[in-house]
């Protein structure tokens, strides 16, 4: 499974303490799901089935995913310790809304994540008076206090701003207060779910429709990697997974529920030339997932 793989995406848990109305765990914002199960992957699966060999032949780990917020995967950091025992020179990194634990447990994650190349991206979409009109029951003054408990260890921080009609003005600003922080990079970006998510009262900066036909440049054949998902299923990606459990803009993806995750392993090169699935036009296009980002500056 995991030859000819460098990198390795993993959604340990689809456990959140969010309710972000683009996330496909709920329904705009509302309820869980009907298509997913709440769970995490213990220190135990990974023991049993991500085993030193593999992680040995991996260059990178990071946790992320569609569903959950790394930081709620209840052994985390004991996952990570276990990946960078097995591997002292794999590049580990996740991405967190930055509102759980507390300053202890994020500090002990930047003594973990120690490697040249370690890093936590916090998403955090504005400054304290807009970030929680999208990341919902996040709280403001706990993802700054985490991040800079984070930070004080010498641990890598990546800020990422998603950016709405509601923030777009606050940019420059997030910029600056990322700096003060230590942060390394700051990143904004414009979500690609618009061609789903229609109801709801976020504004784009600038609506676009996503090619759909045409050259795709495929995140995954570009980074040799997989995506696990929080019950262990193997997929292409971590967009193919979202699209197909997500309830909102189903009928979009018809064309990969006739597959399973394993079939669509295969199914998704086949047709990347000539009729690739709706989800990798949407969500690679022609010009690649980097179309997202409006700014992209390394601080430090």
Partial sequence: MFENIRELHIEPTSLCNAECPMCARNIYGDGINPNITLGSLTLEWFKSNILPQ???????????????????????????????TCNTEIVLGLNTNGGLKTATWWRKLGQILNGRLDYCVFSIDGLEDTNHLHRRKVDWKKVIENAKAYISTG???????????????????????????????FRSKQTDRWDT?????????????????????????????????????????CHMAEAYFNKIGEELHKDIRQFDNTQLLSEYKKRLRDVPFYICGRACGTQGKRFQWKTEERLR
């Fill in 155 to 185: 641990a890598s921080a990546h800020w990422d701003m998603l950016v709405f009609k509601h923030n777009a003005h606050q940019i420059d600003d997030a910029r600056s207060m990322a700096k003060d922080l230590g942060f390394t990079w």
């Fill in 197 to 237: 998510h229609t109801e709801t009262e976020l504004q784009p900066v600038d609506r676009y429709h996503r090619p759909v036909i045409g050259k795709i440049a495929c995140e995954k054949e570009r980074d040799s990697s997989l995506f696990m998902d929080y019950t262990g299923k193997i997929w292409p990606c």
């Fill in 54 to 84: 593999h992680i040995r032949n991996l260059e990178k780990i990071f946790f992320c995913g569609n569903l959950g917020d790394p930081a709620a995967c209840p052994e985390l950091l004991d996952i990570i310790q276990y990946l960078k």
